[in-house]
């Protein structure tokens, strides 16, 4: 049963049926082009250590990653209303030209290619703003013109767990319970059976309550509930990040993490927890602002990670998180940062270090590591808990930065986590809470990683996070291009100042709800210029990144 299902819900690679619908596929990119474009992502076989769990959790185990691979079936119909009929038509297709595009879609989870600003593939359709979180013909304005007229209707309508649809002359808002019910009955099932597995309480919660937010819509005490998780078994399985809604930044996509807690290196990094108030304190930005009302709640766990569906295995694989997104939640626990470390070091030696031999100059190299590189990774995601949150308006009342900065807050979030992952990764090295031999490798690491997320894509939240940050600190000087070897490098005596100078611009922002002026610095800083292209263009032989094959699948029953 299990198998029959991986092999409907997960991005199918079964090729053996014959026949292709013209109606459903009209055109193709060239097959040549497209095998290209798979041979970007380097296949890794993704293992975890199989002893660590006793029978009765490698049994709830088991029941976890079933329900995960749900989460790939859901994602794949909210990217875009027309995945399922386009996979089915693969499905039947034993066009062996077709094979390429099959493997693409797969990894993409739709045909628009994710690292060249979602180019179609499949057809000459665009990718709609909104995803296929709302109708398709629907527009912005008509969407803000409809909750003007029913203001009664706002707080569905741009709720993160509702689907717009088109009823007839209306708009509707319907919860996620409701518009995706045929996968979350059967998920939330598999969560009650991992649940009644498992011998520890506090993952047997997690799952309860989970599964029953799949069926009320309500994901608040599921969310409190895993910020209480410990166990060795660190899941998080539901809606979640915004980004693949282009149109707003509204609605969350399904995905899931199945991780096993790596306990030394959990606890070696927790001590990064003890300072974030400190932290925040030291963050360069106006005292009357800063936030010291989320919860001191905020674990550090370093994992290996099993399985991963939906929304964070789409094109490129993620290194870390930092979740819940919940105000509501942060304000009263906090966040957890959870490391993917097989993920990154799977990342650093086949993507990484071969990037950074080709765009850095040689003086730079020597200060690189894979503990550095890592590091920087776990401040990226301890400052997306820091800074503002809830912000009080006129009125009274409090909303989120995200609801005034609408489109423009991922992009600005993102490299508020960047760059102030350097500036506290800085920090605690003159503290000596990290060595502090490792504070001059920070900058060029970062700058090798830039070089790295780009190739996703720079107009997706990461990678103009990426242009805005290199750009900005290009332009302050605390990056240097050397035009004779067409590489670059950092100037020890102006980064510093650069990157405080870009965070602080980025936290007043979040702080004010500024929606204008991160406009106009996305707009004045979001571009790639032409010295990045140049060297950009040397990265043609490297792997953009991996594409994981599950060791956990061939387990399954």
């Known amino acids: 049963m299990t198998r029959v299902l991986f092999f409907m819900m997960c991005c199918v690679l079964l090729l053996k049926i014959s026949g292709c619908s013209k109606k459903v596929i009209e055109s193709v990119a060239d097959p040549r082009e497209v095998k290209a474009q798979v041979d970007k992502f380097a296949p890794v076989v993704i293992q975890y250590d199989t002893t660590i769990l006793d029978e009765n959790e490698t049994a709830a185990l088991h029941k976890i990653v079933e329900a995960a691979i749900i989460m790939d079936e859901i994602f794949l119909h909210q990217v875009y209303a027309e995945n399922p009929a386009i996979r089915e038509a693969l499905m039947k297709s034993t066009d062996l030209e077709l094979v390429p595009h099959k493997q693409l879609f797969n990894i993409m989870f739709g045909p628009f290619n994710r690292l060249e600003n979602d180019k179609p593939f499949i057809n000459k359709n665009l990718k709609p703003d909104g995803a296929n979180f709302y109708p398709e013909d629907m527009t912005k304005e008509e969407f803000i013109s409809w909750i003007t007229d029913h203001p009664e209707d706002k707080e569905s309508f741009e709720h993160v767990f509702t689907k717009i649809e088109r009823q ?3 708009l509707s808002a319907i919860p996620y319970s409701e518009a995706y ?5 059967p998920a939330a099932t598999l969560l009650k059976e991992a649940a009644h597995l498992t011998k520890n309480e506090s993952l047997k919660r997690y799952l309860t309550s989970r599964a029953a937010a799949f069926l009320s819509n309500d994901y608040y005490q599921s969310d409190m509930d895993w910020m209480d998780l410990d166990s060795q078994i660190e899941v998080v399985i539901g809606p979640y990040e915004v980004y693949e809604d282009k149109m707003f930044n509204y609605k969350a996509s399904f995905e899931s993490f199945v991780t096993i ?15 974030l108030k400190e932290l925040e304190k030291a963050l360069p930005y106006a005292e009357k602002y800063k936030n010291f009302e989320r919860g001191s709640e905020s674990p550090v766990k370093v994992v290996q990670e099993v399985f991963s569906a939906g929304d964070t295995k789409a094109g490129v694989q993620t290194l870390a998180f930092n979740l819940p997104n919940d105000e509501r939640v942060r304000e009263a626990k906090g966040s ?5 470390k097989n993920i990154a070091h799977a990342k650093f030696d086949k993507i990484y270090m071969p990037i950074a031999n080709i765009v850095l100059a040689a003086d730079m190299l020597e200060l690189l590591s894979f503990d550095g590189w890592y590091t920087h990774i776990l401040m990226h995601e301890v400052t997306h808990g820091l800074g503002p949150g809830m912000l009080k308006q006129e009125d ?3 909303v989120p930065a995200s609801k005034l900065l609408k489109e423009t807050y991922s992009a600005i979030e993102e490299c508020k986590a960047d760059v102030g992952g350097m500036y506290t990764f800085a920090y605690l090295c003159k503290k000596g809470i990290f ?4 504070e001059k490798g920070i900058y060029p690491t970062y700058l090798a990683g830039i070089f790295r997320s780009v190739r996703f894509g720079a107009d997706e939240a990461h990678g103009i996070a990426n242009m805005i940050a290199f750009n900005y600190i290009l332009e302050q000087g605390g990056f240097e291009y050397i035009g004779e070897i067409e590489k670059f490098k950092v100037n020890d005596k102006k980064i510093r100042d650069a990157v405080s100078n870009l965070l602080n611009n980025l936290l007043s922002i979040e702080a004010t709800g500024n929606y204008d002026a991160a406009i106009e610095l996305i707009n004045n800083y979001g571009a790639m210029p032409e010295n990045m292209k140049t060297v950009i263009a040397k990265l043609a032989n490297v792997p953009v990144d991996i594409r994981p094959e599950f060791e956990i699948i061939g387990t399954l029953q």
Do not use: I, N, R, T
Not at 261 to 275: I, Y
Not at 336 to 340: D, E, Q, R, Y
Not at 435 to 438: H, L, T
């Open 181 to 185: 019910k045929e996968w979350l009955e």
């Open 261 to 275: 807690v790596d306990p030394a290196e959990s606890k070696k990094l927790a001590v990064v927890a003890k300072h």
């Open 336 to 340: 957890k940062k959870v490391m993917l």
């Open 168 to 170: 007839g002359d209306s």
């Open 396 to 398: 009274g009342s409090s």
């Open 435 to 438: 060595p502090v031999s490792q």
